[in-house]
Every structure is written in structure tokens, then in C-alpha cells.
């Protein structure tokens, strides 16, 4: 680690003048990536502007461009759209136009511009800069600004961020907005389920994405949609009638609703656009059923931002000053964007470019296409080579969202490998009592919108039940096991590795899918239900602020769940926009409670009326949530007063997010994928014999990866006593949400151990990861 004091000399922005736009159709998060500038661009002493209503506003100048302060960024975290407003400019397109915007910004000092848009608005700002030194002799010339001015003034430094829902810009795996737009998409599927399996109806929807057909593909996965039409892939001809059957067959199989998801710029491979109406009419004349229209337009814009674009938009504004700080005059123009968990800069004009090349420029958009033909449609019988081999499928674990869509994507995935399937009851509990039954395709229809667990979920290992578990093994000559789960699931799969020897009915494959709110699973990044629980919090947190406006000064104390874990209240303070979040990996003292009190004093006097405090339910046995509550009370009397609330059980109901729904699907498909390779691997003499490490593996997310790890291999990576990885990658989140909560801007140095992923001084490994991301 440098030097503390020089890293940060290094850092001042001291001199420097920072403007924020936004520019073209809005996204959410914009406003959390608007506030991430302005707050660090505060913390590291520049000045930060905002530029109103994007060009335009740079264009007209005056009161368009005004100095931003900490304060002016409050309350706007959970805001839809743009705060700042948004406009598309003619004039900025011509030279004279470019010219204006050039003497509004060197009048203020401004030689660095964040741009949040899309891919036109940042082409519009590398233009901007190519021409930066030709317009400030221009300006010269005319005697608008003097020598000196463009000399101090003569390098334009240009960082992007994308906002747009469509998801449609290279370089990055989600663009700001495009979660939030699926949020909207799978609210109204959902709604719409209810009225459409009253009454027996197929529902045609519409959504956005001219161009791209991210946001219909993906929804379509989530929801399980009987058919999506999408603009990178014109159906081929005769697409009618086989959808049409398909709608039929489903009807037949006594599904009560149909839904059609169908892109905006659907086209057929005439070129000629499929529009709802057209499906609608095609649905109504060949098969007669009672078919209605919904189409979202900018419902998918609108809303609360979730909490993955609050993250999303904050890293990306965080990193998008660091870019500015670092750039010299030959620095090109460059794109902040997410790879895996990590925020790296590309060239911005070569991803944009890269865009005009590729028909969908992402590499997960095939595969999302092809889990989705995988599951919805369902092969004949005489298509489908049948195996002789028998996998179970249970849960394990307290129940998280998304559970169910992973367990009916095993299944059917399962069945179109040939496999019979098998559905376990209670976890191991019911597993040693024999709760064991098939589970056909039609049996896991409609789960995947299901929150909880539809199989029944229990915490119960099976060190106790090994002799039952392993009678039932070979009574239903099980030849393999997918357990999905939390902890309990991992330590399940270690005492059946461990059993073997004594119950060879144990030698078989063995996969693991992670699935916990707590996100406390070794091997994976992220675990299926943490999303849908983060969303829970934030929501509820967003609703507590607002009960606070108005009303005198307030501060919560809000108790999340996790276990020794806290990512739940870490991410969860980041995207609420928390002042603290007290959690295990990090300990804390009474003068750590104190110095909070102290900055949520001085904040008060800031004219901001509330203050939120998360603390992650285990964190510390003495400093219970009561405790700080009556803490925080006792100290903040007079100034403010405090309120307390536990969440509870909340954070593991609710129906799953667009992102679980998803993540569940895609990586139980892969499992059983796995299962079916093993099985054919360890099929000897006439039976399955797996004894080997390698052969009970943990199926976990590594940055873009889904990667099996031997569970043996992982003992030395978990922290057994407290249930949790001995390393944590969100662990570099915190410094970050501690600068978005100071109110102070002068460093605090005592923080700078904890700053290297967020300053950049990141990891061997880490910069190889970037390396790799940038040649690509």
C-alpha cells in the first residue's frame, strides 16, 4: 500500500471544474449516478456543475449550468428519470451550436464532463472534444475569450456512462436502467397473469427496444412466456402456424394463459414488421381464443430505480471522476462500464463503433436465447432420447425467491436431456421419509414468478439421516442430485461426500446451486433470492425516508437479516443511501457509534431532515439493534429523534426479481447440463459409481463466470464458525458508500486501507481481468 498522504495528494481535484449531463431518453439510476459525481467530485475538492437539460442546457448556458452542492443531491437516489433533466439538441449537431456550448463552459472553468446517454450522446461528446482546441481559437479570433483562457483552458476531457434501458451498448454486461425497465416489464406480466388465467385469455405485449430485443428476450425468460419475437431474430416463415400450435398444445395441457412478448422492432425475414395487432388477429382467427393487447411504452421507463441500477449508476459515477482526476491531455474519451462485479473503462469510441458491427453485442444474449428455447418448448416424446437415469432435485436451506424457477428449470431442462425427474419434499428431512415423487414438464408450470420454496425447505442436514437418505437413494435408484440452497445445502453436500465410503447408494454426482438471501455461500459471488431481498430493503427503506419528510428530524435504525454476513446491510446502505451500516467483517467500537451520532448531528444542521442507519442482525452481540437504538436517542436528543425497525422475514418473501427469476434459470440449467455429462462419465458396468472429488461440485458465480468447484476445495475458503467466505468481494463496496454519506470533503485518511479497489489500486488479479476486458 503507498503512502496514504501522497496517494491522496494525487487524487485532489483541487482547481478542477466537473460538469454532469444527462443527454437523451432516460433511464433509472441516472439521478444515483448524477449523485455519485457530484458527492465525489465534492469529496476529492473539484467543483461539480449541473449541466440542465443535457446539451441543450450546455448550449443555452446561463442558469442551465449551475454549481452543484451536496445537499442538491439529497433524497434523489430513488428517484425515476432525470433530475437534471434531459432534451435532445438540434443546435449541439452544427458547429455554431458546439461553439456556444465551448465559451458557457470555459466561462466556468468546466474542462471535464461526465456524459450519461446512450450511444449517441456520448458520439456527440467525442466529437465535442476532437474539436475542443479548434473552438477555442475560434473563440479567440472573435475576442469571446482572451489567450490565456484557452491555454489554461485547452484540453476537454470527456468520461461516459450509459443510460439506456435497451441494454444495447458494447463493453459493458448492463447498461443503467435496463434492470429497473425489467422490473417494470415483470410487474405487469405478473399482473396481467392474474386476470389472464381467470378467464382463459392469451395476452400479446409490447415492449420497448427498437433495435435491441435484450429487454423482450430477457422478460420473455422470466416470466416464461409462450413465444417472444425479437428484431436479431426474424422468424423464418411459417412462424405462424408453429406458434399457433404451440399456443394450442399448452391450451391442450390445460394451461389456462398464454402470453406473447413481442420486441417493437419485431421483423420477420421480409423485413416487414410484426406488430401486436397482427399477432393478435393470427391468434383470434386460427385458434378462436380470447386474446387482449398490452402495450407498456414508457411504463418501462418510469418508476423507482432498482437497487442493482443504484449500485450500477454509483459504482460507474465513483469511477467516472476517478477517470477524469487521472486523465492527461492524450488521454482518449472513455466509457465507464460493469465487467462481472468490477467497473473498468474502455475506449469509448470503440465501443461505440462496435455497436454498428454486431446485430446484439453481448455474448450473454445467445445464451439467454438459448435457455429460452431450451425451456419453453417441450420435444415429442419420440425426439427425445430417453436415458435410464433418475435425478432429484430438493431445496435446502431457509426458502429464497427464485428458488422455484431454478427448480423448474432443472426439470425441464432434465426431461429434454432424457432423465426422469424427481422432486424432494422438506429438503433432507423428507428426503430420509421418502417425500420423493416425479415431476413432469407440466408440473412446473408457472413457477418461476412463485417466491419461496414450492418443493418445502427445511434447515435439517443429513448427518442424522444418512442411513435413510441412503435406503431411499436406492429405493428410487437415484443417479444423481441437484440440491439448491444456502449454507446448510453446502454442509448437506460435505457430510454426503464424507458418508460415501460407508453408503456406496452415495456415489453419484452432486451439485450444489447457491440460493440464499444472505449471499454467504463460498465460490460464488452471488447467490439467487440476495437480489430479491436487496430490492425488499431498499424499497422499504426508500418508504421509511419518505414517512421522515415533513415530519421533525428523524433518524432509523433498520435491522437487516444475513446471518454473520453483511452484504445485505452493506449493498443495501449503498443503494438506500444509508449514512452507516454496521456489520460483522467490519468491527466497530462505542466510538465508532459515537462519531456516527456526532455526523448525523452536523448533517441535521445541513437542513437535511432524516438519517438512516443499517445494521446487519449479527453484526456485534453486545451493540444489539436495541442498544444503538437507544443510543442514537440518548445522543441525539434535542436534535433529532430515532425510530427502529427489524425487518424480519420480509427480505425472503415477495415474488423474485427479474434478475433471480433469470440467474436461476440460466445456472440450474447449466447444473443438470453438468449432471448429464457426469452421468455418462461415471456410467460403469451397468450403473453410476462417482467417488472422486470432482464429482460433488458448488455451481457459483466468479465475476462473469459460472464456474463447478469440488465443495472439498472450498473448506479453505469458509469460515465455518460464522457461516460465511473468509473473503468477500463487496467488501470494497464499503469505502465507497462511506464517501457517498460524508458530509465533510476533507480525506479522511483513516479510511485509506480500506480505498484501493475503489482508487483504483486494485488487485494482480483484478488487473488482469480489466486488461483482458479492455483488449477484447
Known amino acids: 500500500m503507498p503512502d496514504s498522504k501522497k496517494f491522496f495528494e494525487n487524487l ?32 476529492v475538492r473539484a467543483k461539480v456543475y449541473f449541466i440542465h437539460e443535457g446539451y441543450q442546457g450546455m448550449v443555452d448556458g446561463g442558469d442551465n449550468i449551475k454549481e452543484a452542492t451536496w445537499e442538491s443531491v439529497s433524497s434523489m437516489l430513488q428517484l425515476g428519470g432525470t433530475v437534471i433533466g434531459s432534451a435532445r439538441c438540434k443546435e449541439f449537431r452544427t458547429h455554431e451550436g458546439r461553439l456556444r456550448a465551448a465559451l458557457n463552459l470555459v466561462r466556468l472553468g468546466i474542462t471535464n464532463l461526465c456524459v450519461i446517454g446512450g450511444d449517441g450522446s456520448l458520439t456527440g461528446a467525442n466529437l465535442f472534444r476532437t474539436e475542443w482546441s479548434g473552438l477555442l481559437e475560434e473563440l479567440v479570433q472573435t475576442g469571446q475569450i482572451d489567450e490565456q483562457a484557452a491555454v489554461t483552458h485547452s484540453a476537454l476531457h470527456i468520461v461516459g456512462m450509459v443510460g439506456s434501458i435497451d441494454n444495447d451498448f458494447c463493453g459493458t454486461d448492463m447498461t443503467i436502467g435496463t434492470d429497473s425497465a425489467l422490473h417494470r416489464i415483470i410487474e405487469v406480466v405478473d399482473a396481467i397473469m392474474t386476470t389472464a388465467q381467470s378467464h382463459q385469455r392469451t395476452f400479446v405485449l409490447e415492449v420497448m427496444g427498437r433495435h435491441c430485443g435484450y429487454l423482450a428476450l430477457v422478460s420473455a425468460l422470466a416470466c416464461g412466456a409462450d413465444w417472444v419475437l425479437i428484431p436479431e431474430l426474424p422468424p423464418e416463415d411459417g412462424w405462424e402456424e408453429q406458434m399457433c400450435q404451440k399456443l394450442s398444445e399448452n391450451r391442450a395441457d390445460k394451461k389456462r394463459l398464454n402470453i406473447i412478448i413481442i420486441a417493437e422492432g419485431a421483423i420477420d425475414v421480409h423485413n ?46 465513483v469511477e467516472a471522476v476517478l477517470a477524469l482526476l487521472e486523465a492527461s491531455p492524450d488521454t482518449p474519451a472513455c ?13 469509448l469510441m470503440e465501443c461505440v463503433q462496435m455497436v454498428s458491427f454486431f446485430m446484439n453485442p453481448f455474448r450473454s444474449f445467445e445464451n439467454n436465447l438459448n435457455t429460452y428455447k ?83 425447505t427445511k434447515r435439517t442436514l443429513p448427518a442424522n439421516h444418512l442411513n435413510k437418505i441412503a ?135 445541513t437542513g437535511i431532515q432524516r438519517g438512516l442507519v443499517l445494521r446487519n442482525e449479527s453484526c456485534n452481540e453486545n451493540f444489539t439493534t436495541d442498544f444503538i437504538y437507544q443510543l442514537y436517542s440518548e445522543e441525539g436528543k434535542g436534535v433529532f429523534d430515532c425510530r427502529k425497525n427489524v425487518l424480519g422475514h420480509m427480505q425472503q418473501g415477495g415474488a423474485p426479481s427479474p434478475f433471480d427469476r433469470n440467474f436461476g434459470t440460466k445456472i440450474a440449467a447449466k447444473a443438470i447440463q453438468w449432471i448429464s455429462k457426469k452421468l455418462k462419465e461415471f456410467y460403469v458396468e451397468g450403473r453410476v459409481f462417482a467417488n472422486t472429488e470432482d464429482s460433488a461440485c458448488l455451481l457459483g458465480m466468479r465475476r462473469r463466470a459460472l464456474v463447478f468447484q469440488p465443495v472439498t476445495e472450498l473448506k479453505e475458503e469458509s469460515d465455518f464458525v460464522h457461516r460465511i467466505p473468509k473473503e468477500q468481494w463487496w467488501l470494497k463496496l464499503r469505502p465507497l458508500m462511506k464517501i457517498l454519506a460524508k458530509y465533510k470533503t476533507s480525506y479522511d485518511v483513516s479510511d485509506s486501507g480500506q480505498m484501493e479497489h475503489v482508487f483504483g489500486l486494485r488487485t494482480k488479479e483484478e488487473k488482469e481481468v480489466a486488461k483482458e476486458a479492455e483488449e477484447e
Open 12 to 43: 485532489s481535484g483541487a482547481g478542477k471544474c466537473i460538469g454532469v449531463l444527462t443527454s437523451g431518453g432516460d433511464a433509472q439510476g441516472m439521478n444515483a449516478a448524477v449523485r455519485a459525481v457530484v458527492r465525489m467530485g465534492i469529496y
Open 272 to 317: 416487414k414488421p410484426i406488430t401486436t395487432d397482427y399477432v393478435k388477429d393470427l391468434v383470434v382467427r386460427s385458434l378462436g381464443f380470447d386474446t387482449r393487447v398490452t402495450i407498456l411504452g414508457h411504463v418501462q421507463r418510469g418508476g423507482t430505480p432498482s437497487a442493482f441500477d443504484r449500485i450500477l449508476a454509483s459504482r460507474m459515477g
Open 335 to 347: 466509457v465507464v462500464s460493469l465487467r462481472g462485479n468490477q467497473a473498468i473503462r474502455l475506449p
Open 374 to 456: 431450451l425451456l419453453s418448448y417441450r420435444k415429442p416424446d419420440s425426439e427425445v432420447s430417453k436415458s435410464s437415469f433418475n435425478v432429484a432435485v430438493l431445496n435446502v436451506g431457509a426458502p429464497a425467491a427464485g428458488m422455484n424457477a431454478a427448480v423448474r428449470s432443472a426439470v425441464r431442462v432434465g426431461i429434454t436431456e432424457g432423465h426422469t425427474m424427481f422432486a424432494v419434499q422438506d429438503g433432507f428431512e423428507g428426503f430420509s421419509k421418502g417425500q420423493i415423487n416425479e415431476i413432469k414438464w407440466g408440473d412446473v408450470g408457472g413457477w418461476t414468478g412463485q417466491g419461496g420454496s414450492l418443493l418445502g
Open 471 to 605: 435406503e431411499q437413494m436406492r429405493i428410487h435408484n437415484i443417479n444423481a442430485l441437484l440440491v439448491i440452497g444456502g449454507f446448510e445445502a453446502y454442509l448437506g453436500l460435505l457430510e454426503l461426500l464424507a458418508a460415501r465410503s460407508k453408503h456406496p447408494e452415495l456415489c453419484v454426482p452432486m451439485v450444489m446451486v447457491p440460493s440464499t438471501v444472505s449471499n454467504n455461500i463460498p465460490g460464488s459471488d452471488l447467490s439467487i433470492g440476495a437480489d430479491t431481498a436487496l430490492n425488499a430493503i431498499t424499497n422499504t427503506c426508500d418508504r421509511i425516508k419518505q414517512s421522515a419528510s415533513g415530519t421533525k428530524r428523524r433518524v432509523f435504525i433498520i435491522e437487516t437479516m444475513g446471518g454473520y454476513c453483511g452484504y445485505l446491510a452493506t449493498v443495501g446502505a449503498l443503494a438506500a443511501g444509508a449514512d452507516a451500516a454496521y456489520i460483522y467483517e467490519e468491527p466497530f467500537t462505542i466510538r465508532d457509534l459515537q462519531t456516527n451520532v456526532e455526523h448525523l448531528t452536523e448533517k441535521m444542521k
